[in-house]
């Protein structure tokens, strides 16, 4: 079974607007983590945004914000203010404390930004 | 720069010949990961190394693939042999343990593109 599924290959987004990229995982671990990366034409994946299993409150950094939905394993990724730079693929990732220390990647959505 | 380095960033070779990509991760940091990612997919892990031991290692990593990280800085990743589907990125990335949990986050170098002809 898949443990991170991202069922959107492709989104488009007007710039200046909002998007939400979705995400949702699958794992028994009581202690995980969840992680967004942007990885854009270059190749280098960029670290963006990380939610702990216990953490109460969703993670924010700057324009990015996760929407953590604990009971129904969704972490999506709310990127505001949309800008023509954030055009690139974007994974997202858990980690889990019980299952040694590599992380595991979702397919990719490929974001791109409309002028 | 103190960032993840690899080389080289793209490497063509012959089926049948061996490879070797090299990784610096960020000085201070203690773990060191590979993973391969094949067009369209997100990166795929292949081991990871803390200080200069091997600890983990994928059941891709096949027994054509060897890693080293001999002085607990950089690593070395190669391949012998090699393989038309071995084409691929090969990323390195790095994180420092703070003592346990899934909390720390990794740093990826800029990958080295294989292809294999």
């Known amino acids: ?115 | 720069d103190t960032g993840v380095s690899q080389n080289p960033r793209h490497k063509i070779t012959k089926r049948g010949q061996n490879v070797t990509f090299r990784c610096d991760p960020i000085s201070e940091h203690n773990r060191l990961y590979w993973y391969r990612q094949t067009l369209g997919q997100g990166p795929e892990f292949l081991t990871y190394f803390q200080n200069e031991a091997q600890l983990e290692k994928s059941r891709l990593l096949s027994d054509r693939f060897s890693a080293e990280r001999p002085k607990g800085s950089f690593s070395t990743l190669e391949i012998q042999r090699t393989e038309q589907g071995d084409s691929a990125m090969y990323l390195c990335a790095s994180s420092l343990d703070r003592g346990g949990g899934p909390t720390n986050e990794q740093f990826f170098g800029p990958g080295t593109r294989l292809t294999v002809l």
């Open chain 1, 1 to 115: 079974a898949q443990k991170i599924t991202q069922t959107q290959p492709g989104m488009f987004v007007q710039e200046k607007e909002a998007v939400t990229l979705d995400c949702t995982y699958d794992t028994s671990d009581p202690s995980y983590g969840l992680f967004w990366y942007k990885q854009p034409s270059s190749g280098e994946m960029i670290f963006l945004i990380y939610q702990g299993s216990y953490d109460q409150q969703n993670a924010t950094e700057g324009r990015y914000s996760l929407n953590f939905q604990k009971a129904r394993k969704s972490a999506n990724l709310v990127i505001s203010a949309s800008q023509l730079g954030d055009s690139a693929m974007y994974f997202c990732a858990m980690r889990e404390s019980n299952y040694g220390q590599n992380f595991v990647f979702g397919p990719g959505t490929r974001l791109s930004v409309l002028p």
